[in-house]
């Protein structure tokens, strides 16, 4: 993330030429990231839940305000074109179910108390992505991340095995996502 993005972050967007307010509270983006991860069931009200929680006033063009509200939540990122693999992983990380490891983290290393604090979703973001390795919150994520199989250590492995049971999060994929990664998990080995 550059300096600009951090000292002056985005409060409005451009959608058609005209400049919308975008609310910027980590909080409720916090939120709107869950509602990315709804079922496919729950997909149109999580859309409209999305747009409401992210405009004071909704645009004129829902799909360039969905536009936007993509690149907000990527920290004005542009989408990276076929980038990595053509499947969803399980997610390592929730913010609402890990945001008590997350709040202790912030208080410990910022002195930051999120219960409290009016954050900018990009500077949460990067005060995020900056927390050391040896927060609870880091552990938890790299038990998540790790690649047990590789780790030749009988007692290693098993420990680290019983760690990303203990944190794992719900599987919130389809069926479908879940057997293309497979897939290509198989195909990765040939």
């Known amino acids: 993330m550059t300096i600009d993005k951090i000292l002056m972050p985005c409060r409005e967007v451009e959608i058609d030429g005209k400049q919308y307010k975008i609310n910027s509270d980590f909080d409720l983006w916090i939120e709107i990231g869950e509602l990315f991860l709804c079922g496919r ?14 405009y004071p006033v909704l645009p004129d063009n829902p799909i360039g305000a969905f536009e936007k509200i993509l690149w907000f939540f990527s920290c004005g990122k542009e989408k990276e ?18 945001f008590g490891y ?14 409290t604090a009016k954050l900018h979703w990009w500077r949460f973001c990067a005060l995020l992505a900056a927390l050391g390795d040896d927060c609870r919150f880091s552990k938890i994520v790299s038990y998540r991340t790790m690649d047990v199989a ?41």
């Open 41 to 54: 069931d729950e997909q149109n009200s999580s859309m409209a839940k999305i747009l409401a929680l992210a």
């Open 81 to 98: 074109k076929n980038v990595g693999s053509a499947f969803v992983k399980a997610p390592a990380v929730s913010l609402k179910r890990d």
């Open 102 to 115: 997350i709040w202790a983290a912030f208080i410990a290393e910022f002195g930051i108390d999120l219960s």
């Open 150 to 190: 590789a780790v030749k250590d009988r007692k290693l492995r098993q420990f680290y095995e019983t760690m990303k049971a203990k944190y794992r999060l719900p599987d919130i994929r389809s069926e479908e996502e879940r057997e293309l990664e497979t897939v290509c998990n198989l195909e990765s080995l040939f």
